[in-house]
């Protein structure tokens, strides 16, 4: 929960290297906060310039019914 929160402030100070550190360990952990983390995992790949490893998980999150369904849905089309 704790490292979801780093993360993201790492993302919003444009840090995306330690953000994707960061969400990559989020995502490990397989808790609550694993879907959370790997949507904010997409974003960071993308502020890394890395669309095709967000892509990979902007695909899953468009068939999961999850909160970030319809963002990761446009995102991947618009990508892709």
Do not use: M, R
Not at 6 to 25: D, T
Not at 39 to 63: F, G, M, R
């Amino acid at each position: 929960y704790t490292s979801l929160y780093i993360g993201i402030c790492y993302l919003e100070l444009k840090n995306s290297v330690e953000a994707i550190e960061i969400f990559q360990k989020a995502v490990a952990l397989n808790n609550d906060y694993s879907l959370t983390a790997k949507w904010y995992l997409a974003l960071a790949y993308l502020q890394n310039d890395q669309p095709q490893l967000a892509l990979e998980i902007l695909k899953q999150h468009a068939v999961l019914e999850e909160p970030f369904k319809q963002e990761a849905k446009k995102l991947y089309n618009k990508l892709k």
